[in-house]
């Protein structure tokens, strides 16, 4: 495993696996190949995409080993980050349960013209961008926190958030 794996702190196991597959210029092709070497589960492609694309966290942890051992990661790390992202949203719902009842409610007194305004356009934007999720999240954080304006270039680089709360324009179509 690289320094550099050993010191960044990873907020979900999709990102550690997109982030080191692509460090070491791997296809999903490639990890599957590497997984049939590394014992007895072999994880294909697609499947291999639905992990990391963050769609899918796999209970077996053998899957969970096999991917590992291909990236040439350590296997505590893969697992205590399936653990983590398999208990979020439990943890979300105990911690911050007001939060989430008032995220339902606030779909639930949109008529379907406001959805489109609001809802269904960020999740158009979040998917047309494909900006990483995770560091999009850290954004919103920000805004919040009243560390970034909605206007502002992040840290990261990614576009303004503005971008993604505003109906679609042109300007939303540049990167």
């Known amino acids: 495993m690289s320094d550099e794996t050993k010191e960044k702190s990873w907020n979900s196991l999709s990102?550690?696996?997109?982030?080191?597959?692509?460090?070491?210029g791997l296809t999903h092709r490639q990890i599957e190949s590497r997984t049939a070497g590394s014992g007895p589960v072999v994880v294909n492609r697609g499947a291999y995409?639905?992990?990391e694309g963050n769609f899918w966290?796999?209970?077996?942890?053998?899957?969970?080993?096999?991917?590992?051992?291909?990236?040439?990661?350590?296997?505590?790390?893969?697992?205590?980050?399936?653990?983590?992202?398999?208990?979020?949203?439990?943890?979300?719902?105990?911690?911050y349960g007001r939060v989430l009842q008032l995220?339902?409610?606030?779909?639930?007194?949109m008529d379907k013209a406001e959805q489109a305004?609001?809802?269904?356009?960020?999740?158009?934007?979040?998917?047309?961008?494909?900006?990483?999720?995770?560091?999009?999240?850290?954004n919103f954080v920000d805004l919040w926190k009243g560390d970034l304006r909605v206007d502002e270039v992040?840290?990261?680089?990614?576009?303004?958030?503005?971008?993604?709360?505003?109906?679609f324009c042109d300007e939303d179509m540049k990167p």
């Open 15 to 24: 990102e550690l696996l997109r982030d080191r597959r692509c460090s070491l």
């Open 49 to 51: 995409g639905r992990i």
């Open 117 to 138: 305004l609001t809802i269904r356009t960020l999740d158009q934007k979040i998917g047309l961008f494909q900006e990483p999720i995770h560091q999009l999240a850290r």
């Open 154 to 167: 992040p840290r990261n680089g990614l576009r303004p958030l503005i971008h993604y709360l505003r109906p």
């Open 103 to 109: 995220m339902q409610a606030m779909v639930s007194v």
């Open 57 to 95: 966290n796999p209970k077996n942890p053998n899957v969970l080993i096999a991917i590992a051992r291909a990236l040439q990661l350590d296997e505590k790390l893969v697992l205590e980050l399936s653990e983590r992202t398999r208990n979020a949203p439990m943890v979300l719902n105990k911690e």
